[in-house]
T-cell receptor, first 116, second 115 residues
Framework: EAQVTQNPRYLITVTGKKLTVTCPQNMNHEYMSWYRQDPGLGLRQIYYSMNVEVTDKGDVPEGYKVSRKEKRNFPLILESPSPNQTSLYFC???????????????FGEGSWLTVV | AQSVTQLGSHVSVSEGALVLLRCNYSSSVPPYLFWYVQYPNQGLQLLLKYTSAATLVKGINGFEAEFKKSETSFHLTKPSAHMSDAAEYFCAVSAARGGSYIPTFGRGTSLIVHP
């Protein structure tokens, strides 16, 4: 079954304590991305990656880091979380290549992060 | 820059009534357009997509959308709402950025279905 898996799904952490959210996918997709979803603001892209070792900033990258050392995983890193990073986070992936702009994006089930 | 505007953060309908969720886009090149649905406590899943073939696109669960270039619109419709359609709906455009097509999402429309 095609899957994008996020871990952890739920986390409460304290300000300043580093955390990592992993995102393995089993579809061999090149493109991966992280979004945060906040009420009234919809989905905002944090970072994306076109392939291994190729990452780029999205619309709201401040306070986040990413890593793409292997094709299947695209972890999101909060080096020093702050309360304004409390949000619902989604990882997504998509196949790239010719006509890839029409390809379906597959989403994980989301990770609820609360920073206190 | 590409963008998507969803008109109305909330749409409320009665069960059995027509569903109309509005989406307008801006794009300097022919776009690829998508509608995604997010059921409570779940991730987003594809409802339907337009990739320059037929302008009327049919999706899952009886939804369809029509691409109208002259109006830069891609509105989502369903003839008869069901309680199970209550969800958040996102319109998205696949936008060229640095030679790659990066999807951009609208802010979402919450569909409320009354008995």
């Amino acid at each position: 079954e095609a899957q994008v898996t996020q871990n952890p799904r739920y986390l409460i952490t304290v300000t300043g304590k580093k955390l990592t959210v992993t995102c393995p996918q089993n579809m061999n997709h090149e493109y991966m991305s992280w979004y945060r979803q906040d009420p009234g603001l919809g989905l905002r892209q944090i970072y994306y990656s076109m392939n291994v070792e190729v990452t780029d900033k999205g619309d709201v990258p401040e306070g986040y880091k990413v890593s793409r050392k292997e094709k299947r995983n695209f972890p999101l890193i909060l080096e020093s979380p702050s309360p304004n990073q409390t949000s619902l986070y989604f990882c997504a992936s998509r196949r790239t290549g010719i006509f890839s702009s029409g390809n379906t994006i597959y989403f994980g089930e989301g990770s609820w992060l609360t920073v206190v | 820059a590409q963008s998507v505007t969803q008109l109305g953060s909330h749409v409320s309908v009665s069960e059995g009534a027509l569903v109309l969720l509005r989406c307008n886009y801006s794009s300097s090149v022919p776009p690829y357009l998508f509608w995604y649905v997010q059921y409570p406590n779940q991730g987003l899943q594809l409802l339907l997509k337009y990739t320059s073939a037929a302008t009327l696109v049919k999706g899952i669960n009886g939804f369809e959308a029509e691409f109208k270039k002259s109006e830069t619109s891609f509105h989502l419709t369903k003839p008869s709402a069901h309680m199970s359609d209550a969800a958040e709906y996102f319109c998205a455009v696949s936008a060229a950025r640095g030679g790659s097509y990066i999807p951009t999402f609208g802010r979402g429309t919450s569909l409320i279905v009354h008995p």
